[in-house]
């Protein structure tokens, strides 16, 4: 039995061998000719390795273009950052000086009265010079409202605190600082109202308006002091940024358009009465001439009757013994009249019959 299963043994690795032996044979022939199928596959993959090259390539290449834009786009923004500083530190350092706001201020009060249709030397006054109780005053525009009425304006630019503000880190200091402001406001208006524009003016509004060119002037202010607009009113001080005096402004100008339509109104009917009149003065001439022409008719009749009455008949009887030539022309009377007489006539005259004179009548 040992011998047996020995010699089975021997056989079963034998062939075990064997078929190894085969399969890698087969192996390294496939290896050594490859199918038509692999060789696609081995085209395509190439294919594919190309094209992922190229488009590496391109996305290199777009990289270092768009890494070029970018940086010049940088450059120019620090170009212009620097000139908006330059120009930013410009400004600010001349609206710190009292006078540049001032005409500031006074270039866009006239900007916005313009803007509303108001004309110069027409319906405002920029600069009027008037003496008041304590010496020469003079408000930056007064403005008429028609009938006489006027208002006074004054431009305010307290913008020191602001400007601070603005350039300060300091959360404890801005808001030091944006009290200041609200207090310098209120400073202005004390004293706008304490000078008394409205007395050099007849018929004045007792208001003078405090003219503020910026919103956010007023706007911070009233953040910090909310009573600071009852306080103004109390003295007869009005304030206004430019969207409320825009709004006023344009009131005064339909308030003229309804007073230029009011002028022409009264204009018509003053020029009415006149023709009136005038047609009542024309129509007493025309009367009195009518009156005139029918004096002269009746005159003249009478004159008719006793002319052919005491003369024309001697002549016809001259005619008669045969003295002249031919016959006589006769002269007859007239008998039309003037419309008035004969209807003054007949209100007069019973009606017994008809009238030869009035057959006439037109």
């Not at 690795?13 to 081995?42: K, M, S, Y």
């Not at 300091?170 to 000078?195: C, S």
């Not at 024309?282 to 005139?292: C, I, K, L, N």
Request: proline content about 4%.
């Amino acid at each position: 039995m040992d011998a047996i299963t020995l010699i089975l043994a021997c056989a079963i690795v034998g062939v075990a061998f064997l078929g190894a032996g085969l399969l890698i044979g087969r192996r390294r022939r496939a290896v050594a000719a490859p199918a038509p199928e692999l060789d696609a596959v081995a085209d395509a993959l190439e294919r594919l390795g190309r094209r992922l090259e190229e488009a590496e390539a391109l996305r290199r290449s777009d990289q270092a273009g768009l890494r070029s834009e970018i940086g010049e786009q940088l450059r120019h923004v620090e170009a212009t950052t620097q000139i908006l500083r330059r120009e930013t530190g410009q400004l600010s350092a001349a609206l710190g000086r009292v006078d540049v706001r001032g005409r500031w201020g006074e270039a866009h009060l006239r900007r916005l009265v313009e803007a509303a249709g108001l004309l110069d030397r027409v319906h405002f006054v920029e600069q009027d010079s008037r003496s008041g109780h304590d010496g020469g005053q003079r408000p930056d525009m007064v403005i008429d409202l028609a009938a006489g009425r006027s208002i006074v304006v004054d431009a305010k630019v307290p913008l020191t605190a602001l400007l601070e503000a603005e350039a300060c880190d300091d959360p404890a200091a801005r808001a030091e600082l944006f009290t200041r402001h609200a207090r310098d406001v209120a400073a202005h208006a004390d004293r706008l109202g304490a000078k008394d524009y409205w007395r050099q003016y007849d018929d004045s509004v007792d208001v003078v308006v405090m003219f503020l060119p910026a919103e956010s002037i007023l706007g911070i202010a009233l953040r910090e002091d909310p009573a600071l607009l009852d306080r103004a009113f109390s003295r007869n001080v009005i304030l206004a940024t430019p969207t409320t005096f825009l709004a006023l402004m344009r009131t005064v100008s339909h308030v003229w358009r309804q007073e230029a339509i009011a002028d022409n109104a009264r204009e018509i009917h003053r020029l009415g009465r006149e023709l009136h009149d005038r047609l009542g003065r024309f129509a007493e001439h025309m009367r009195r001439v009518g009156t005139s022409i029918d004096s002269a008719v009746s005159h003249y009749n009478k004159m008719v009757g006793s002319f052919d009455g005491r003369v024309m008949v001697t002549a016809r009887r001259l005619s008669d013994h045969g003295l002249g030539d031919g016959a006589l022309p006769e002269v007859v009377p007239i008998t039309q009249r003037s419309r008035e007489s004969a209807a003054a006539d007949a209100a007069l005259t019973p009606s017994i019959g008809p009238d030869p004179q009035r057959a006439h009548l037109p």
